[in-house]
């Protein structure tokens, strides 16, 4: 059964502590992603990789790292420099074929108390 | 000026109805167009591509037309099942396929 999945589904903070969220897909894409989601707002990029071992910073990375040391995986930490965490987190993969369709997982749901 | 808009909505419809959602984009760049559709407190899911000849799938038709920069979303017969936020969602050329989202326009339909 392919697809990408995230863990957790619900994840809760406190203030000053870092986070790792998870993001996995068995889907051989080449690309993954790293969106927010704020109520009212559309999707904001925080981080892609193209490829194992590489990735790039999107619009808001401030606050946030990831690695990508296998072609499934694509953790996030969302440190405790991001100013306002709160937030849907979605991981989106595309590729090989139809590299700009993105797949998404059911994201995590990111409280800071 | 964002570069995707959307409608917020939300549209409240009758069963049966026929709505249309519209989108406009700033970048005249933009390679591929869609729309997704994401459930409250779910992840977006593609609903469809849109092609500059149009295309159909079932009760759904979309549009696209460069020029105006503009895309549309024609929901024919609504259901219950169609109530959900309809995102318009652009891609940009460059190194690599960015997507770019629109905030979503909310249906809801109503028996």
């Known amino acids: 059964d392919g697809g990408i999945t995230q863990s957790p589904k619900y994840l809760f903070r406190k203030e000053g502590q870092n986070v790792t969220l998870s993001c996995e897909q068995n889907l051989n894409h080449d690309a993954m992603y790293w969106y927010r989601q704020d109520p009212g707002q559309g999707l904001r990029l925080i981080y892609y990789s193209q490829i194992v071992n590489d990735f790039q910073k999107g619009d808001i990375a401030e606050g946030y790292s990831v690695s990508r040391e296998k072609k499934e995986s694509f953790p996030l930490t969302v440190t405790s420099a991001q100013k306002n965490p709160t937030a849907f987190y979605l991981c989106?993969?595309?590729?090989?074929?139809?590299?700009?369709?993105?797949?998404f997982g059911p994201g995590t749901r990111l409280t800071v108390l | 000026r964002k570069e995707v808009e959307q409608d917020p909505g939300p549209f409240n419809v009758p069963e049966g109805a026929t709505v249309a959602f519209n989108c406009t984009y700033s970048n005249s760049a933009s390679q591929s167009f869609f729309w997704y559709r994401q459930d409250c407190r779910k992840e977006p899911k593609l609903l469809m591509s849109?092609?500059?000849s149009g295309n159909e799938d079932g009760r759904f038709t979309a549009q696209l037309n460069r020029a105006s920069q503009y895309i549309s979303l024609l929901i024919r017969d609504s259901k219950l099942s169609d109530s959900a936020t309809y995102l318009c969602?652009?891609?940009?050329?460059?190194?690599?396929?960015?997507?770019?989202f629109g905030a979503g326009t909310r249906l809801a339909v109503h028996p």
């Open positions: 989106a993969s595309a590729g090989p074929i139809s590299t700009d369709t993105q797949y």
């Open positions: 969602v652009v891609s940009l050329s460059g190194g690599y396929n960015k997507l770019i």
């Open positions: 849109v092609y500059s």
